[in-house]
């Protein structure tokens, strides 16, 4: 700002200068025609007498004769009077001067002098009217050429005026060019100093997953621990299966040898009976400690799932706040995008300012040519450097269509990047199609399960039937049962702990696929940071080549000095050193930021080898788990004791109970959670669609602002125009009204030397004779002021450069306006495609942000999914009740006393029963053979199940 005030200052200063001078002239000018006017009526004056001797002499033709050669010759244009003519006119009238005193002393001697003769002549003499008009028309001509040279000197002044503002608006480009570097540079240092804050938050990263690492190692320890304790229960429950069945066949041979007794007689039967209930109480007293010792295990074990629980929520949280830092990163590297976009489009801007300053180059060089063209000595020379410049601007426009080559190859490129994306997003939609798949699968595994469930169900029913008659093995059974259910709790612990697995999994290939997008994108970068680096090397050897073309072509025009074009090209190119040094420098960062990057990926590997590792002990884990519920299967199907079965049937109440309401919970809070997020999505969008609207309006409005600024200025330059031809004008006036105010005074002068000349008519009569004499002097003078006219003509035709000048100057003026009106609509093009990058950036902003609201809501879906099955778990948990209550009921029955023995009294009784027995089972045989018509894949349980039947109706029979 300051230099622009000092260069205002300056050409204040030169316009004052200017008009100093003009005001000097002016006032030469004006002595020099007080000069010529004070001459011309001295001549006139002599002339006039001679008129006048001439007429009051005898002869009448001699007066025209005289009055002839009086006249004037045709009026022709006489330059202004310049030092050398007015010199010359002073000698050549110095004669006159003379002899007018030689007359006035010959007069004053021997009679009246010239100026007394003058001063009798009249106005309105017929000898002096001739030479007035004469007179007249000579200063008119002199007034009109001085005019038309003031109006040159004018436009002169006005085009130094316009070169200096030319001059100072260069030098405030040059100025705002090197605000804009420092700018750059300052952009650039905090580049730098944001780069290093990114690679320490992605160090963090990496620590934070080595961390995690670690956690997730000793959570799979503490699962290898419980696989093991897990494999010393199901040992034991082998053990105890194995007990189970030397009791029942033992109890086979005590049912037969008490069915025999029972035959025999009915006290015996009631003995039996009697015994039978003190053993059961016995029993039961038993089975209540053994219950107790159950409960508190099963206290325990729900004390370790709920810490394992938590520990799966904490592994959520944390993989929720990896989430979190990973659109964190994502941010950071949209943010690294658009910095690099920033950094284009100062690669672009300095290539059109390096192009600006090539074209000022070329024009100044296009410029000396045309100021050498009229020197004959330098023609050869000129012609040479044509060709030359030529031959230049060919190789310039083949580096330009290599350029353009070069740009649509990378052009390809940037389209076979996109195809190979999108191949990778096809296999990743492929992947997700067999991800649905394998969930179908399982769901299909469930359902077999559940019939599984249902065709256990019938058998512990057929088995219920069977096992009334056996009531010694139903403490075994009883705790065979509960092995059961906590074989069933441990495998429902092993299904959360392999959704843990899958969950984690799933995060880990999340990780891995942003890693790999990360370092593709870093790749990217580098490779479009070398595609830049080349075409700044080859537009700077283009640049070399102009130079040292330049440079032969000063040689040949002769030793000059440097236009200040060379001199900012010499500056821009030490700033372009500079850029590529920081380009060097952001180029290290990024070779550091894929060395950590590779690290990454080496811990994803080792991640993805755990993972596998992993996955392998769950399939084993799988495997034993089936192993085990087989067992349990096979071995399903026995009673228990009333007392325990209804107080673990309260607790199983409880607990469910207990469980659906924290799943209730649950499911409301990932509702809750599931709406806010969508409604913090769906606001987010909002203000995405706000700014873009309002950065709509805001490059409208700077548009119309722009089309006003433009407006304004352009009646700014018509007001100014205006402005200036009302200068003129009015100058014109007042230069007229001094002329006409000193017209008024030669002629007030002219008046009283008439009433003299009056006073002193009477006294010319008598020296008549000599003004005849001074007429002949007179038209001496005439004659020579002719020649001088016409010598001045001559001159004007041999010069006509003069008037040439002002067709040049308007010449250079136009172009210059057309310079300005170019360089103007290159920067609005330049704003265009700033306005519309800007479009783009928002638009990616808005996919990113639709594809972030996809993956939500595809989470929500797999969260819904997870309800669905726990609601399924839910339901089936709600049919053991039912059967658990049902038996409960039966039992209550049995302790109340409303229970019947099934040995009857009567022959006939002991039929009957066995005829309903018979017809049970052959009942139960068909529903058998109906299961293993639709489940084929049970045919081993079902046989088990049969061979039971068989067995226990030959015992009956």
Not at 291 to 314: D, F, I, K, S, T
Request: aromatic share 2%.
């Amino acid at each position: 700002m300051d230099r622009q005030e000092e260069d205002i200052l300056e050409e204040k200063e030169e316009e004052e200068n200017i008009l100093e001078e003009e005001e000097e002239e002016r006032e030469e000018e004006k002595e020099g025609e007080s000069e010529e006017g004070s001459i011309s009526g001295e001549d006139n004056d002599g002339a006039g007498g001679d008129d006048d001797g001439g007429g009051g002499g005898e002869d009448n033709g001699e007066e025209d004769g005289i009055g002839g050669r009086a006249q004037l010759p045709s009026p022709l244009p006489s330059p202004p009077p310049s030092p050398t003519t007015a010199a010359a006119t002073s000698q050549q009238q110095t004669p006159a001067i003379s002899g007018e005193g030689e007359g006035d002393a010959a007069g004053g001697g021997g009679g009246p002098s010239w100026a007394s003769v003058l001063k009798t002549l009249g106005p309105d003499h017929p000898l002096l009217r001739r030479f007035q008009d004469a007179k007249k028309r000579h200063l008119e001509e002199e007034k009109s050429q001085l005019q038309l040279r003031l109006r040159q000197l004018r436009q002169q002044a006005h085009d130094l005026q316009t070169e200096n503002v030319g001059l100072g608006s260069q030098l405030f480009d040059v100025q705002q060019a090197v605000t804009r570097a420092q700018v750059n540079l300052d952009k650039v240092k905090s580049e730098r100093c944001r780069n290093r804050e990114a690679v320490t938050a992605a160090e963090e990263g990496l620590r934070q997953a080595r961390q995690e690492e670690r956690s997730l190692l000793a959570t799979l320890n503490a699962a290898q621990k419980h696989e093991r304790e897990v494999k010393l229960e199901v040992e034991r429950v082998g053990n105890r299966v194995s007990v189970v069945r030397t009791a029942k066949e033992r109890s086979d041979g005590d049912v037969t040898t008490l069915s025999r007794i029972l035959h025999n007689t009915a006290w015996d039967r009631a003995n039996l009976e009697k015994d039978k209930m003190m053993q059961e109480r016995q029993f039961t007293s038993q089975l209540n400690d053994r219950a107790r010792n159950q409960r508190e295990e099963l206290h325990h074990l729900e004390c370790e799932g709920v810490g394992v629980r938590r520990a799966w929520e904490a592994g959520v949280v944390r993989l929720a706040r990896r989430s979190t830092e990973h659109t964190q990163a994502l941010q950071h590297l949209d943010q690294l995008r658009g910095q690099q976009a920033e950094r284009r489009a100062e690669l672009l801007n300095t290539r059109k300012e390096v192009k600006e300053n090539q074209l000022k180059h070329e024009s100044e060089s296009i410029r000396l040519l045309r100021l050498e063209r009229d020197v004959s000595k330098q023609r050869e020379r000129l012609a040479v450097a044509r060709e030359e410049s030529q031959q230049v601007a060919e190789r310039h426009e083949q580096l330009l269509a290599l350029v353009e080559q070069l740009e649509a190859r990378s052009a390809l490129k940037h389209k076979e990047e996109r195809a190979v994306t999108r191949e990778l997003e096809r296999v990743y939609e492929r992947v997700e199609a067999t991800t649905v798949k394998w969930r179908k699968v399982e769901d299909q595994v469930l359902d077999r399960m559940a019939e599984q469930t249902a065709v256990t169900k019938a058998a512990s029913n057929l088995r219920r039937a069977v096992t009334h008659t056996r009531t010694k093995c139903r403490a075994l059974e009883d705790e065979l049962v509960e092995k059961e259910r906590g074989a069933a709790a441990w495998a429902l612990k092993s299904w959360e702990a392999r959704a843990a697995v899958q969950t984690h999994t799933a995060s880990h290939e999340a990780i891995n696929a942003l890693v790999s997008r990360l370092h593709n994108d870093v790749t990217r970068l580098e490779g479009e940071l070398k595609r830049s680096q080349n075409q700044v090397n080859t537009n700077q050897s283009n640049t070399d080549k102009l130079n040292k073309q330049l440079a032969k072509v000063l040689q040949l025009t002769g030793d000059s000095e440097a236009p200040p074009g060379e001199r900012e090209e010499r500056r821009l190119r030490l700033l372009l050193r500079d850029k590529e040094e920081e380009k060097r420098v952001v180029e290290e960062e990024a070779l550091t930021v894929q060395r950590t990057l590779l690290e990454a990926k080496a811990a994803r590997d080792a991640l993805t080898h755990l993972t596998t590792r992993l996955q392998q002990e769950v399939g084993v884990l799988r495997g034993r788990e089936a192993r085990v519920e087989g067992g349990v299967e096979r071995e399903r199907g026995a009673l228990k004791e009333v007392e325990r079965q209804r107080e673990r049937l309260q607790g199983a109440v409880t607990t469910l109970d207990t469980r659906l309401h924290q799943e209730k919970q649950h499911r409301d809070a990932t509702s809750r959670e599931a709406d806010t997020a969508h409604t913090k999505i769906m606001a987010r969008l909002q203000e995405l669609e706000r700014a873009a609207v309002t950065k709509e309006s805001e490059r409208e409005r700077l548009e119309e602002r722009r089309v006003e600024v433009e407006g304004s200025l352009l009646e700014a330059t018509r007001e100014r125009a205006q402005w200036e031809r009302h200068l003129e004008e009015l100058k014109e006036a007042r230069d007229a009204i001094r002329k006409d105010t000193g017209d008024q005074g030669e002629l007030h002068a002219m008046k009283t030397e008439i009433t003299r000349m009056q006073a002193r008519w009477r006294s010319l009569e008598a020296t008549q004779k000599e003004l005849s004499g001074r007429l002949e002097q007179s038209v001496g003078v005439e004659g020579a002021l002719k020649t001088r006219t016409q010598a001045m003509v001559t001159r004007l035709r041999q010069d006509p450069n003069a008037a040439k000048a002002t067709r040049v100057m308007h010449q250079d003026i136009l172009r210059r306006k057309l310079t300005k009106g170019r360089k103007r609509l290159r920067e609005l093009e330049e704003a265009a495609s700033g306005a519309q990058d800007d479009r783009t950036r928002v638009e990616g902003e808005a996919r990113r942000q639709e594809q972030l609201y996809a993956h939500n809501v595809r989470l929500l879906q797999e969260a819904a999914t997870h309800l669905e099955e726990k609601l399924v778990n839910k339901q089936e948990e709600q049919l053991r009740l039912q059967e658990c209550r049902a038996r409960l009921r039966h039992l209550t029955a049995v302790r109340e006393g409303r229970y019947k023995t099934l040995a009857a009294a009567g022959e006939e009784a002991q039929q009957a029963m066995r005829g309903r027995l018979g017809a049970r089972s052959q009942a139960y045989t068909g529903v058998l053979a109906q299961l293993e018509a639709g489940y084929p894949h049970m045919e081993f349980k079902l046989r088990n199940i049969k061979i039971l039947l068989h067995n226990f109706l030959e015992k009956d029979t």
